[in-house]
């Protein structure tokens, strides 16, 4: 459900009034007041507000009639909180629920995860434990990590942002651009290539063509806008492909992007582009616009995917939020656990996109 | 005419023969056997290769009969150099050729400059005085210092990236991301913001509406990615504000160019981004495809734009060269330059873009 006082609770009752087909089989883990409350807001003359049904655990959405938004309770069920307001309430319940939904996935009760946005500050605002994870990401590794008996590090994650036209893996993300840079080194390289390599494989039914970026203008120009490129980069590329992955680069950063576009008319030539910063990935992604972008965690034991952008406390109770990437964070999720053998339907062909929606040209 | 081995002289030709009517008033400054050579790698089967008419000077280019192209001969006229390989001699002449060009721009006699590719080792490889000019930009501000007098630290320069859907000026281009970090100061932001609002300012008669790019994810997310923001850009911004200009951000770099962009339908927030390094400019104007996008150089007392690619040796010399990015920077240069009262033509309306190209919606 994300954070309660943001947009969540709203875009998912839009989702499942707009999407009925597309939400069948999916359930809300939160709080049953907090999305009647939503299904008000998204109701409209004509168009009354979709009914909650409460359901005791996964299996269950199955009974659940259509037109109605399941949701397993967490919490207390008290008042909702305010709309657009840090709570610690909304921080610890949000937080109770990607718990909940995480258990779910790695115990195999559920095949997927999309997660609504949460509140950093609420997050920190709800104390212990959820206070020490910056947001969803880190409470997932955390709780994988306790899972596979292993520690955090040796489950390391990778963001990966697709819409129909791009796929970018990041190296690093919510840091500060020098911290990036010193990001940026043998290993961390290799092991996004690895990740990005792992996680398309069975998307694609193929290798997937992965071209690395620079870090520098014009990938360093033979030396001369720095030395990442030699010393870093291309020896982690060299390794990778030493170890049979199909890896090119480093490519120039302001073209490498238009190169791996997949628009009609234009055979893209890489699949996914390894970013060396947020920034450098999330430009293009977000370029096209924002709403169809779709947030995927790689490197985790379960299918995890996210809409691209916040709580917007700003607009919350408005009924003006947009569900779209919440949408296509759906549609994506559903086509990842297809692949992972956990949903029996169709198998998207190799030439279709990650999310499994037609290609414009196709 | 650019370097003589790359795709210049043929884009050129191509130019004169697709876009006659845009090409008229316009010549060439290099070499008529070169540029011969160009017309007839361009030249097909019942397209027979345009003449080239030598001139002396540039009032004589309106004498010249249509579907010529008209040159003025810099050097000596020998065989013209190998297609494809850096050549002392050709990066001598392509720099004699921007010598003669600035110098006729600063004094009057051309309303414009458009440069094809230089290739930076033939500049160098040229020895004294250009082999201390990395490229074209630092041959002009050195050409125009000296012009009016002033250490060239005086006549600070930027690069803009132009399209239809984008503008966006860099604080710093060609230097690795370590140093352009170090080159987001305080005074680098503000000239930067001042460059543009003085360019922009008479393209669309009102102050242009000019929105500043953070450094870091999310503009430094409050101070949790970085401090740039709040020590170094906020305070440029606000500067530029008490100077009247109307400038905000810092924004969110993944979101920013988004915003700015115009495209059918949508009124873009913002006239002009200014982007704190290379590729975060450079990223989002050619991810939609680099054929379209033109370079002008800001804050030099002549108007200059050039194609964004380079000499391209790999495909010198086969006919396979696109001439759109040159064709725009043609017609970009037409445009600054009537806007800058050289060219006594139409005005474009205000809601013209800056090449003064009609917008889709309109």
């Known amino acids: ?3 309660a006082a943001g947009i969540g609770p709203e875009i998912i009752a839009k989702a499942y009034r707009e999407q009925p087909e597309l939400m069948q089989g999916c359930f809300v883990v939160g709080d049953v007041a907090t999305l009647r409350r939503a299904a008000q807001i998204v109701a409209s003359a004509g168009r009354p507000a979709l009914p909650v049904a409460v359901i005791a655990e996964a299996n269950h959405v199955h009974g659940v009639p259509p ?4 949701v397993v309770q967490i919490g207390t069920g008290a008042e909702p909180v305010a709309w657009g307001k840090v709570s610690a309430v909304a921080g610890a319940l949000a937080g109770r629920c990607v718990e909940w939904a995480a258990d779910a996935a790695l115990n195999g009760h559920v ?17 212990e434990p959820y206070n020490q994870f910056p947001g969803h990401t880190e409470l997932l590794q955390a709780r994988a990590a306790h899972f596979l008996g292993k520690p955090v590090s040796e489950v390391p994650v990778r963001m990966m942002l697709a819409n129909d036209e791009l796929r970018t893996v990041l190296v690093s993300i919510h840091v500060s651009l020098r911290k990036a840079i010193e990001a940026v080194t043998f290993d961390n390289v290799l092991q996004t290539i690895r990740i990005a390599h792992h996680a398309l494989l069975p998307v694609l039914a193929r290798a997937p063509r992965i071209a690395v970026a620079g870090l520098n203008p014009h990938a360093g120009e033979r030396g001369l806008f ?6 870093v980069i291309q020896p982690a590329i060299e390794a990778a492909c030493a170890q049979g992955m199909q890896v090119s680069g480093p490519w120039a950063p302001d073209t490498v992007f238009m190169r791996a576009r997949n628009r009609p008319g234009v055979v893209p030539e890489f699949d996914v582009v390894i970013a060396m910063y947020h920034d450098q990935g999330l430009i293009p992604v977000k370029y096209l616009g924002v709403e169809k972008g779709v947030n995927v965690t790689l490197g985790l034991p379960l299918v995890r995917t996210s809409p691209d952008h916040g709580t917007a406390f700003d607009i919350a109770g408005t009924g003006r939020a947009d569900p779209s990437s919440l949408v296509e964070a759906v549609r994506m999720a559903k086509a990842l656990a297809r692949e992972a053998g956990h949903l029996p ?8 996109p990650l999310g499994g929606q037609p290609r414009k040209e196709h």
């Not at 037109?67 to 399941?70: A, Y």
């Not at 720095?226 to 010393?231: A, H, I, N, S």
Request: hydrophobic share 35%; net charge negative.
């Open 1 to 3: 459900m994300g954070d």
């Open 67 to 70: 037109h109605c938004i399941p």
């Open 111 to 127: 095949c997927a995860l999309v997660t609504a946005p949460l509140h950093k500050e609420a997050l920190a605002a709800a104390g």
């Open 226 to 231: 720095g030395l990442e490129e030699r010393e």
């Open 345 to 352: 339907e169709r198998r998207p062909k190799a030439s279709e």
